[in-house]
């Protein structure tokens, strides 16, 4: 779990990198929650992403957005963020530039700045407690790839009704398919649900890589 340093749009910005165990490694990339909220690449949950994608043999990137840890930059209401994600993936695609499969991680803040990247390699999202009474997902019309949505019920930052009204909207579009799970008493953090939620990751991504395969 190398320490890495790579260009962004406001100077370096700061992750950890573990490199795909072939040439054509799918690529992965990991999204932080708000970094006013005291957010980083070290998050539990994204940590746990992080893991999951490795042991799966994905080249592999979680970051620090702008402004956190030694990334350079201030925060930038996710406008920035945005561009920050966007260089963190092109770096990894310059070291595995025949990577057929990219997938997007993000929690909180993280996960609607993943939803947010509409790129044609992206064929895949997780998106851990999107906060859709927060921020503006209109944009995603049409939604750009299937994913699955996890939340908690007992989330006291996003409304599961919120979450709900996202997932019923995403799938009215043709083409793509939206799982969404929610862990029975979890809150925002999954503080007691960490299992059952990596359990819902590992699920999901059992059953589309096994697709891929």
Not at 2 to 20: M, S, Y
Not at 130 to 155: E, H, K, R, V, W
Request: hydrophobic share 40%; aromatic share 10%; with cysteine.
């Amino acid at each position: 779990m190398p320490e890495v340093i790579f260009p962004g749009p406001e100077g370096r910005l700061e992750g950890r990198f573990n490199p795909g165990p072939r040439p054509r490694a799918p690529v992965a990339l990991i999204l932080h929650p708000h970094p006013q909220g005291g957010g980083t690449m070290n998050n539990r949950i994204v940590q746990s992403l992080y893991q999951t994608f490795v042991r799966r043999g994905f080249a592999t990137l979680r970051f620090n957005f702008r402004g956190v840890g030694k990334s350079q930059g201030t925060f930038d209401n996710g406008v920035g963020e945005l561009s920050d994600a966007a260089s963190a993936l092109d770096w990894v695609q310059s070291i595995h530039p025949e990577a057929q499969t990219t997938w997007i991680a993000g929690f909180s803040f993280g996960a609607w700045i993943g939803m947010l990247m509409r790129r044609p390699e992206i064929k895949g999202f997780i998106s851990i407690a999107p906060p859709a009474n927060m921020y503006d997902f209109t944009f995603l019309a049409p939604c750009p790839s299937s994913g699955i949505i996890i939340q908690g019920d007992s989330d006291e930052v996003v409304t599961p009704g919120a979450v709900q009204k996202l997932v019923d909207k995403l799938r009215t579009q043709r083409h793509i398919t939206i799982h969404h799970d929610v862990i029975p008493g979890a809150n925002h953090f999954f503080a007691d649900e960490m299992p059952q939620l990596m359990q819902s990751v590992d699920g999901y991504l059992d059953m589309r890589l096994s697709g891929d395969r």
